[in-house]
């Protein structure tokens, strides 16, 4: 049914329609709407069959969806940034685990300084914990992504975050499309748990494992993942055809098949990208453009493909590695084996700093004339930090900088 | 004939016999249907007192629950012990997720429970005193306050023991342990410290918290049986030496939680909805000394020169124990 909704609100409607039976929340901006959207739904009585606990911390929540999971129920949680943070032990023990929890992570930035703002830090940091990744583009990606993910999620006995973007869709009111119940009922079985709990089968879960089974049991985890790199294109051409709409699978291109520029990003800078790639081919240029849905497993083969025939890779990245640069470039390097081309790494809109199609064309324009540096920081203000690092260098005691440059920006 | 009275304790040790109750009183343990559920074969030290702390308890949790419980286990000696990969010693569903989230990981399960409409299965958290006083801390206390239906067990030998016997917010004062080295002017652990979490968790307001001890079996069992006919957030601190940590003999395991309960250093009672309700009474009083010689953790309470203030600072805390818990029968003593 197409809806007037904010995005926070569809993806909670979204998941009530997965039929969850155990939701943990603990509040933090920006994904707080969607476990309140949730929290109504079940006070009043319209999502039914279904526990919703108020905890005292991210880990509390994870750890409350480990056991709920554990005993068999469908969970569901949210989180961003600090939260996703103060979960981290929770975060790698519930994939350690193999529980098939999805949790969204409403992506903002990761303080000190603190920052309410959008980027990718936070689910970066995480990349590696043996959580499927999965990154919307739009609003409507983000609540259809939930319904495939409990389905993946199930399928693999594995946890699967979807990240959208903070304010820039949890806070973005458009027209969207809710499922109906019927739709996701025929998407998506009841949870048939490939372990649980039960005092009808006693089982041991999380026991102590040495080196004579570890390295079996993790690599198992990236044998599963492999197999999703199968699994969510599949899911997608299904959830296709259940749902009349294109959404989800590893990667999505964009005129890209004649392509020799290629700009490669992540979550919903890709719809800017997208009409800068527009302007830039109707002037000519044969550029093209390739969002990454799937973080992990990382689509490398597809990326390869892609990449083949490109001679310039532009990657634009909502994170910064600090000391070497990008996170998304450098799990790129591994897809680029064989392949000899020009490839810039532009960190991008950190801490919520806007990306404009203007900044963006510009930035296009210089990586055409092959004119960028392999590692640019799209639109720093040069001058702030000029002035900060005088100061450093004059006085010992130059104070904390994040608010010297406040003050330079404020008072000058 | 002249009536003869049957001796009811045997000498010395105040240990019901078994074989002079009648049989729907002896003990969980005594019952050939008992579950075992913390079966033999695990590989804890020789006069372990959380193995046996943790048998007594889960056998008479499920004895309560008609063998429908489930049990979320923080990391620690319990967990190592009884689960090396791929063996395990648990004939019940257990669960390990974390160091400090066994009372959360219950509560996860309690809602999948009751989501299911399974509300005869029994959810139980179980860790030591550092997965419950120092790092769960913060997931046990929002378990109390939520009041989630869980039953914790803390087996609370008195510091990190599975690390190598670091210092927690459960260890005593004076105690040496490997962060609280008895050396210095203030030897071992330092007095004014630590949190007494059975008191923490009465202020929450819990349907239900005791404190027990492994010299104390049928007690224990007594207790967690009480506990397992309640609903809501339940708490139980068991006393259980650690002869290792303790610098103590293995065979002493007993005499030491009996000692600690008798010079009145660990108090055993009941509370309810925040208020104490019974104290088990001490029927042989002894001084401090007595407990804490044995320890090689107070030897240096013991040197050349004895430590005699800081003896008569841990007698007081004794006595403060007994008149606040009134753990002196009053009519013979008061």
Partial sequence: ?412 | MEMQQIKFYQTGTFTVGNRLLEADQRSVQANMERTNSLNSGHRACQGCGEALGARYAIDAAMRAANNQVIACNATGCLEVFSTPYPETSWQIPWIHSLFGNAAAVATGVMAAMKVKGRKDVRVIAQGGDGGTTDIGFGCLSGMFERNDDVLYLCYDNEAYMNTGVQRSSATPPAARTATTMALGAEPGNAFGQGKNVPLIAMAHGIPYVATASVAYLRDLEAKVSRAMTVRGARYIHILVPCPLGWGAAPHDTIKLARLAVETGIFPLFEAEHGEVTSSNKIRHRVPVEEYLRPQKRFAHLFGKTPAVDTLARIQDMADRNIRKFRLMDERRHG
């Fill in chain 1, 1 to 412: 049914m197409l809806k007037q909704c904010e995005g926070s609100h569809a993806i909670a409607e979204s998941v009530a329609l997965c039929r969850p039976e155990v939701i943990c929340a603990y509040p933090i901006t920006p994904q707080t709407h969607i476990v309140e959207g949730l929290g109504e739904m079940v006070k009043a009585g319209d999502l039914e069959n279904c526990e919703f606990i108020n905890v005292e911390s991210e880990f509390a929540a994870l750890s409350v969806a480990i056991g709920a999971s554990a005993a068999g129920a469908r969970t569901y949680t949210a989180t961003a940034s600090q939260g996703l943070l103060f979960m981290a032990e929770a975060v790698y023990n519930a994939a350690g685990l193999g529980l098939p929890i999805v949790m969204t992570i409403g992506n903002r930035a990761i303080g000190a300084p603190i920052n309410i703002w959008n980027d990718h830090t936070d689910s970066m940091s995480m990349r590696d914990a043996g959580w499927i990744q999965l990154y919307a583009e739009t609003n409507q990606e983000a609540a259809d992504l939930h319904i495939q993910a409990f389905r993946l999620a199930e399928e693999l006995s594995m946890p699967v975050m979807v990240c959208v973007d903070g304010f820039i869709l949890t806070h973005a009111y458009e027209r969207l499309d809710i499922p109906t119940q019927e739709q996701v009922d025929a998407y998506l079985p009841p949870f048939e748990p490939r372990q649980v709990l039960d005092p009808r089968e006693p089982v041991s879960i999380g026991a102590m494992v040495g080196p004579e089974a570890f390295m079996e049991v993790r690599y198992l985890a990236h044998h599963k993942q492999m197999r999703a790199l199968e699994l969510i294109p599949q899911l997608s051409a299904e959830f296709g055809q259940v749902f009349g709409r294109e959404s989800g699978g590893l990667m999505r291109t964009y005129r890209a098949e004649d392509a020799k520029t290629i700009v490669v990003a992540l979550g919903s800078v890709n719809g800017t990208i997208k009409d800068v790639v527009d302007e830039l081919r109707d002037d000519g240029y044969a550029i093209g453009a390739a969002a990454i849905l799937s973080f992990r497993p990382f689509p490398s083969d597809a990326l390869h493909e892609l990449l083949s025939h490109a001679k310039r890779l532009v990657v634009i990245e909502k994170s910064l590695a600090v000391g070497i640069g990008g996170i998304v470039s450098h799990n790129l390097r591994m897809a680029l084996s064989g392949i000899s081309l020009h490839a810039y790494t532009v960190v991008a809109g950190l801490g919520g700093r806007p990306i404009t199609k203007a900044s963006l064309r510009s930035l296009f324009e210089r990586a055409l004339r092959d004119e960028l540096e392999p590692l640019t920081f799209l639109d720093l203000n040069q001058a702030a930090i000029d002035r900060e690092l005088a100061r450093e260098q004059a006085q010992r005691r130059s104070g904390p900088s994040a608010e010297n440059i406040l003050r330079d920006l404020g008072v000058r």
